[in-house]
T-cell receptor, first 117, second 112 residues
């Protein structure tokens, strides 16, 4: 158990809908990362937050947005869903050490499997 | 453009032998590399890392080698155990960034 929790575990929805994925980081971790893993693909970095602020952005679609709340949990919002959005979505957290990124190990949650029908 | 490549989608090794998983990268700005292991229905788990100032890092049965001139890293598992059967991802990060680029993974099967 990494200490990172993600809900829900599975989500089935229809095209055009909007969903929210939730992530609670490990106790004490300030950084949250979101990744997408499509079939037979590696993990695609979407976005990172540090202590409530966006810190890095990857190939995140404009239909997707995220935020990190004062209690440090994070939500990933996916809207106008398309069939191609079906994937595993992972959240990871890290201490987010300022000035010490070399040892900033990420701990991953179990993922949310999104199926868009 | 796949900046981190794991060209072998799968690998089978006999228990007790060495497993060698390979990873190639194209971005010369990458200065930190990691290996993650992933079991089915679980998130990736950090295994071992190496910074570009080193060419080798060892942790128990796991050793990562970095060849900067060839832009290549490898993970050696010795001896391999059935419990090592999983998907292994390599990842890289460029200096001064917090963005991690992952490879597509190699599925390792250790045969008893």
């Amino acid at each position: 158990d990494s200490g990172v929790t993600q809900t829900p575990k599975h989500l089935i929805t229809a095209t055009g809908q909007r969903v929210t994925l939730r992530c609670s980081p490990r106790s004490g971790d300030l950084s949250v990362y979101w990744y997408q893993q499509s079939l037979d693909q590696g993990l695609q970095f979407l976005i990172q937050y540090y202590n409530g602020e966006e810190r890095a952005k990857g190939n995140i679609l404009e239909r997707f947005s995220a935020q990190q709340f004062p209690d440090l949990h994070s939500e990933l919002n996916l809207s106008s869903l398309e069939l191609g959005d079906s994937a595993l979505y992972f959240c990871a957290s890290s201490e987010g050490l300022a000035g010490g990124p070399f040892t900033d190990t990420q701990y991953f949650g179990p993922g949310t499997r999104l199926t868009v029908l | 453009d796949q900046q981190v490549k794991q060209n072998s989608p799968s690998l089978s090794v006999q228990e007790g032998r060495i497993s060698i998983l390979n990873c190639d990268y194209t971005n010369s700005m990458f200065d930190y590399f990691l290996w993650y292991k992933k079991y089915p229905a679980e998130g990736p788990t950090f295994l071992i890392s190496i910074s570009s100032i080193k060419d080798k890092n060892e942790d128990g049965r796991f050793t990562v080698f970095l060849n900067k001139s060839a832009k290549h890293l490898s993970l050696h598992i010795v001896p391999s155990q059935p419990g090592d059967s999983a998907v292994y991802f390599c990842a890289a990060r460029a200096s001064g960034t917090y963005k991690y680029i992952f490879g597509t993974g190699t599925r390792l099967k250790v045969l008893a």
